[in-house]
Nanobody, 121 residues
Framework: QVRLVESGGGLVQPGGSLRLSCAAS????????MGWYRQAPGKERELVAM???????TYADSVKGRFTISRDNGKNTVYLQMNSLKPEDTAVYYC???????????????WGQGTQVTVSS
């Protein structure tokens, strides 16, 4: 069984920065994709960024140039550095794992419990 534990959310002023972390534990395949999604009130969950175990990254257009995703494969941990935060970035941010080639091809997701990010003055 896989467990994802997020940390680093909070309240920040517009233009500020936050760094989210997500540590995966359990039986983790060496080939996987880790990422971050977010869900604002009344909206659907959306992809923010993802990174493969090989280091290939994908970003939502809305965060390109402001957010950076990275990972430490030895620690099974993914990070999201969020700079120049805007009020529209306010959401619950969820860590995501596609654990292994089968999960990647079948889109079988593991999720963290979510961490709140609020951008407000």
């Amino acid at each position: 069984q896989v467990r994802l534990v997020e940390s680093g959310g909070g309240l920040v002023q517009p233009g500020g920065s936050l760094r989210l972390s997500c540590a995966a534990s359990g039986s983790i395949f060496s080939i996987n994709v880790m990422g971050w999604y977010r869900q604002a009130p009344g909206k659907e969950r959306e992809l923010v960024a993802m990174i493969t175990s090989g280091g290939t990254t994908t970003y939502a257009d809305s965060v390109k140039g402001r957010f950076t995703i990275s990972r430490d494969n030895g620690k099974n941990t993914v990070y999201l550095q969020m700079n120049s935060l805007k009020p529209e970035d306010t959401a619950v941010y969820y860590c995501n794992l596609l654990n292994g080639p089968n999960a990647i091809s079948r889109k079988v997701n593991d999720w963290g419990q979510g961490t709140q990010v609020t951008v407000s003055s």
